[in-house]
C-alpha cells in the first residue's frame, strides 16, 4: 500500500477541522452550563450521552420531548453581527412547547454546525442557550458542535435544540376539559420571538430601512434580535395554584393556527383583535409590508406569545398571580361551539 510522504502529510486542520478550537469552545462554556444544573443531573459534560434522573416527587411520571431551531432568524443575526440572543431563541422555542401540555423542563441539549468554528461566536450563542436554560429552570447537559468545512458560507452557522420534561400523567395538558364559556388569556410576548423572519427579512429588503432608527425608544435592529420570551417559570407556578385547561405556544402558524392545537373539534376560540394592542414592531411590519390582517395573524404572533385556556371563575386568580409574575396578560375572548365548517381561531 503506497504511503504519503512525510512533507505531504496532512492533518485534520488541512481538511478544515480545527480540534483545538473546539476543545477551547467546551472550555470556554463549562462555567455557563454549570449555572444551569440542577437536580436530577448526574455527570457533567464531556460524556457520550448526558444522564438524568427522573425527580422521585413524581408518581406517574411521563416524558415530553420537544425540538426546534431558530429558523431565519439565524440569517438576521450573521447580518448584524448579534450572536447574544439566539441562544435563548433556541430554548424558548422547546421548553415553551413542551410547557404547553403542563410538562416542566428538565434538560436540553443543543447541535451547533458551522463550517468554519469561530470560539468567541459560537460561545456567545452558547452562553445565550444556557441563560434560556435558567431562565426556564433546566439543565444544559449535553450538546454537539460540528466543525463541517464547506457545508456552509463563511460566518454562518445552524442551530437545533432539544428539551425534555416531565408531567404528572393525570395533569397532562390536552384540552379535554375545555367547554364553552371558557377564557382565552395572551400573555404578551417581547417581540417577533422566533417565526416569521423570512417575511420580516422579505420586508427589510424591500423598504430597506434604518435598522438604526428608534422605534418606541429602541433601536429597530434591537426589536428585531429580541429573544422569544420564556413563559415556564410563572406557568408552572399558576398550574399549581388553578387549573390551565390548554395552552397554546404561539410559534410557526401565528395565532390562527396554534390556538386549535390546544382545542378539541367541537370549539372555536373567537377573539377579540381589539382586545390587545399591536406592538409598535407588528405595526412597522404591517406598514412596510402591506400585510394583511389576516395574514399577520397566520404568520407572526402580533404580540401574544401564549395563550391560555382557564375557566371564567379562575380569570382574576390567573391574571392577578401572572401579573404579579411579571406578565402582562390580556384577555382576548372565549371559547364557544363551533358550527360546520368554522375555523376554530376567529379574530374579529
Not at 2 to 8: D, V
Not at 108 to 129: E, H, M, R, W
Not at 251 to 268: D, K, M, S, W, Y
Request: charged content about 20%; aromatic content about 6%.
Amino acid at each position: 500500500m503506497p504511503h504519503l510522504k512525510k512533507s505531504t502529510g496532512l492533518s485534520y486542520r488541512d481538511a478544515g477541522v480545527d480540534i483545538d478550537a473546539g476543545d477551547a469552545l467546551v472550555e470556554m462554556i463549562k462555567p455557563f452550563a454549570k449555572k444551569s444544573m440542577r437536580d436530577g443531573v448526574l455527570g457533567g459534560i464531556g460524556g457520550f450521552g448526558a444522564l438524568f434522573e427522573v425527580p422521585k416527587r413524581y408518581k406517574e411520571p411521563v416524558l415530553v420531548s420537544g425540538t426546534d431551531g431558530v429558523g431565519t432568524k439565524l440569517k438576521l443575526a450573521f447580518k448584524l453581527n448579534k450572536h447574544d440572543t439566539v441562544g435563548q431563541d433556541l430554548v424558548a422555542m422547546s421548553v415553551n412547547d413542551i410547557l404547553a401540555q403542563g410538562a416542566e423542563p428538565l434538560f436540553f441539549l443543543d447541535y451547533f454546525s458551522c463550517g468554519k468554528l469561530n470560539v468567541q461566536t459560537a460561545a456567545a450563542v452558547i452562553k445565550g442557550i444556557a441563560e434560556g436554560c435558567e431562565l426556564s429552570g433546566c439543565a444544559l447537559i449535553g450538546g454537539e458542535t460540528a466543525e463541517m468545512p464547506s457545508m456552509y458560507p463563511d460566518g454562518e452557522y445552524d442551530l437545533a435544540g432539544f428539551a425534555v420534561g416531565v408531567v404528572e400523567k393525570n395533569n397532562i395538558i390536552d384540552g379535554h376539559s375545555t367547554v364553552p364559556g371558557d377564557v382565552l388569556l395572551g400573555l404578551a410576548s417581547s417581540g417577533v420571538h422566533s417565526n416569521g423572519y423570512s417575511l420580516v427579512r422579505k420586508i427589510i429588503e424591500v423598504a430597506q430601512p434604518d435598522l438604526n432608527v428608534h422605534l418606541n425608544g429602541k433601536p429597530l435592529r434591537d426589536l428585531l434580535m429580541a429573544p422569544t420570551r420564556i413563559y415556564v417559570k410563572p406557568l408552572l407556578s399558576l398550574m399549581q395554584a388553578i387549573q390551565v385547561k390548554g395552552m397554546a405556544h404561539i410559534t410557526g402558524g401565528g395565532i390562527v393556527e396554534n390556538i386549535p392545537r390546544a382545542l378539541q373539534g367541537h370549539l372555536v376560540a373567537e377573539l377579540s383583535k381589539n382586545s390587545w394592542p399591536l406592538p409598535p414592531l407588528f405595526q412597522w411590519l404591517q406598514e412596510h409590508g402591506n400585510v394583511n390582517d389576516s395574514e399577520m395573524y397566520r404568520v407572526f404572533n402580533c404580540g401574544i406569545g401564549m395563550v391560555l385556556i382557564v375557566s371564567k371563575a379562575d380569570v382574576d386568580t390567573a391574571v392577578t398571580q401572572l401579573e404579579q409574575a411579571g406578565e402582562t396578560v390580556y384577555r382576548l375572548g372565549v371559547v364557544r361551539l363551533r358550527a360546520d365548517g368554522e375555523a376554530q381561531t376567529i379574530v374579529k
